[in-house]
């Protein structure tokens, strides 16, 4: 497959520099080391190893998903022979390590560049980056609070892909309610702990890409608080190592069983035992666990790696999204079908189907989707690398809370409209897109994963309406309505499209903070929240027409194709898209009790 | 299964009895022999063999899909095994031929409890029940447009299970454009003809379910006229019938290849090729065909048909919705998880999902949609046995108007949201539901196909459009204007919650009138025609409402949880959907050139 279909590099060039300035980073002491042509060459590296290393296999590992089998009676998950050597590729190039400190051997790259890289990975095969990602994210939770010693002996050979890493926070009986899981952590006089409990939903929790897994899992100690206060953090190996860090003795962490996905077939999904006494490490009973960080601050700890993981989410289902709308893109451009509407020669040859406008519409509200969920990723990629190295501690400060506000939104809408451009690349290919001899469908069955797992779109909901907005006094809304105001400032100066654009913005962005306060005068959570999905999705939109008119002005000075792409798009969002938020914040505002006062027993 | 999480019986009584009053017509001399008691006693029937023989191996159908198999160079589909089984149940209670004339061995029962019959099957298996569907289209065909002795010879073995039907129309070069196929039928003195070319997307194309297979294929005569005028309709059977109408020596009709679809896997799907000399009948090369009707008559004899196969197709997709909510709405008020929004105390119990608002919300959407596209396709069955058998010949041509008129909104509305309906329920579900041990996800895949077979969304927005709104001066148009406004007139006399609604609904329908007349003052067809697919949308939201707007009249003096529920989802339909129209409406009147102004290069 032709590079050109998984992602575009100019509109990855254009997003990066031309709109983000990410070279200015390099003028920070983090990233002194690096350079335009640094940064570039790994997107380059990124470009190569997701169409030669893992895209070939993308259709395969989901036709021939992850098998279980039991040995001796312990279960075991063989994984797709290919999934292994394309991630060893990523890991010798060292991109798992491209955002990390040079001292654990990273790259030390910006976050919004390794955003980029990943999409690579995330648009040509998801299934199996996820092992590379999941690996990462647990790596990046063990600098941030394990103990020295924790990171001298997992994190680097996670980094250098020997080990592998899992979260394992749901269990069978507590998926998005936390504070109601089970698994419990009894502390041994030598200071280490025995685990007992299920996992459920644990992807990669299984398989023998490397040496090890490490398991990030949370349980409670005996006795601890109440709650969400009472979950501590441990890292319990699938192997226990010895002394000198060599892997060593099998753990009582043991696989029970799969789950069989509608789609993301090739990142093998796990129901794990901890301690059920398939092995006695030690000759005791419970799977060894060593806590990270203190007792009873173990969801704080994983919500630190989940923040970046939820904008993780959004930018997979960007990349999914991006790749679909160029596949139905380039099937649109070459195959023909019909002729204009109003044409009347049967004899006259076929046109190519992009020519038929119902199908431009389908390509155009994909771009606006893709592009627009692309940009919105990077934008936070880039408050990443602001919140943590901007000069002045105001200026981080301000990238946190603008941060904080958008996550919900940078994980719900690419998960939600990139889910519609699939459908939307399904239906420019016709019957042939539902077949899995083309690849859009398979899009389609993986992006659907994205509105549910790490925090569903209701919870996401809840999340913006219920803290976010109101979090600090406002304060992180405020930065955000600042932000969009700036960008309309700079568009009504700009004049024609922009300006006109700009107006509806501001009138929206307006209708948008008097709704947020008017649904913050109901004094009952369950009603202030009963809509949230609706302001979720409100905002969401509102955000994306803030993104369309960011990127309108990068390229107010261009006349050529790409630039005309780009106001297209924009141009689409704003007509089609923009006006579809005012009968939700009207609905809003009028605090309709419509749900809420519908009995279960009604429906 | 519980037939309960298949369809509603409490909805469908209501939808039948009550609301379309289907027992009325059994004063006419068509449905003479029928009574209440006969119409329940076949829907019963059609229930208990749904849940009985075809839900049961509706997963298995879908996991082990057919396969191709060649022997002796001649390829064959492999079904399931419990295919046949189920089918034959059906055939052998004489639910194949519910709806059609005694004469040929129908139950002549009314078009509307034809189509409730049908859903039951479509709700618990439609991968199955396609071939049934197909043969049943088939027969009706033959019915209308074949000569006595074709359907002397085909149609009685196919509505005793014996022969099975298809429908043959696209080609892998013309799928949307059928001017385009290029089979030819070469005459022959004995007036029979030879067909040469291949045939795409042919739903039940091979199997060995029964003795024979009847294919009704589009094809053109050397020298016909030219695009859709050159187009005739001929039957070509798997095997040709001798002298005493016995199988016998097999036609040059052979199975090339299978498409491997995303969904709806237990109906295969093939690709077929007539006369390319695999077998020589009679010595001849060329599959021997039959030509049914005149020549030049192939399109309008399969339009005949396609109509109600559109209906169908609608008839599934709500289907689909319906058992999803149904099983979702089960889950949810089972399945614990949380504790309502603003409850401090964690060791307090965990409630069951339904009661969280947002999981109300999603299953009111499902409701709301599932249960309006049943109510909106069976409304439009009513038509079919008004537009055949009502006493005066006004109101048939009415009905056939209005018919005509809600065709594509009957089978796109449905598909559309019936999809939608489908992801909610998967959200209801959390990852469970993205798992195959769970039903969900299948709906959701098989449902993906109704926006694009029979007519894709596209092409039913541009009849809509193009042709219905405006075909016999608008007179279609008018009559379904006519009918909205005359349930507007009730709502407003019976005031409370459906006079708010008729009045916002009286609102849409006058926007819907005026934007249409000022669309048809753009005088290209291609400009007038770019948002078709806004249209549809926006008239089928208004059309939805009406249909929602009905029910709420028809439980007005009902006070129960049934009545509770049809009022909570027509509030939801008024409060969260309508409004939707609003911008859509807006576009269309400002003629938006978004789309047409885009050039293909941009993109």
Redesign the interface.
Known sequence: MSRDLILSRADLEFLLHDWLHVEELTNRKRFAEHSRETIDAVLELAADLATEQFAPHNKRNDAEEPRFEQVDGVGYARLHPEVGPALATAAEAGLLSATMDAEVGGLQLPHVVGIAVAAWFQAANPGTWAYAMLTVANANLLVAHGSPEQVRAFVPPMLEGRFHGTMCL?EP?????L??ITTRAEPRPDGTHRMFGSK??ISGGDHELGENIVHLVLAKIPGGG???RGISLFLVPKYLLDADGAVGERNDVTLVGL?????YRGTVNTLLAFGDGTVTPGGEAGAVGYLVGSPGSGLAAMFHMMNEARIAVGAGAAALAYTGFLKS?DY??TR???????AKD??AP?V?I????????M??AQ?AYAEGALALILYCGRLVDEERTAGDAAARERAHLLLETLTPIAKSWPSQWG?EAN?LA??VH??Y?????YDV?QH??DN??N???EG???IQ??DLL?RKVVMNGGAGFTALRETVTATVARAEEAGGLAATCGAALRQATDRLVEVTALVHTCP???D???????YLEAAGHIVLAWIWLEQLLAVQERDD?FA??KR?AA??FF??EL??V??RL??LAAG?R??????????
């Open positions: 749901s009986q507590a998926g998005s309610s504070a109601d459920m939903w109440p709650g969400v789950n069989h996905k509608m789609g893109l649109a451009r023909p079908q019909g002729r204009p509407a109003g049967p004899s076929m190519p992009v020519r038929h406008a119902d199908v431009r519409r390509l155009l771009k889910l459908t399904i239906q016709g019957g897109g539902y077949t899995r001899e469908e389609y069955r659907r994963l509105p549910i797992h569903t779109h209701g909901a809840a219920g009952h959570p369950e202030r929240l009963a809509n949230a999905a609706v194709d005309n792409g297209a141009r689409y007509r089609f006006p579809t005012g009968p009207d609905l309709d419509t749900v809420l006062d519908t009995a279960p027993d009604w429906l």
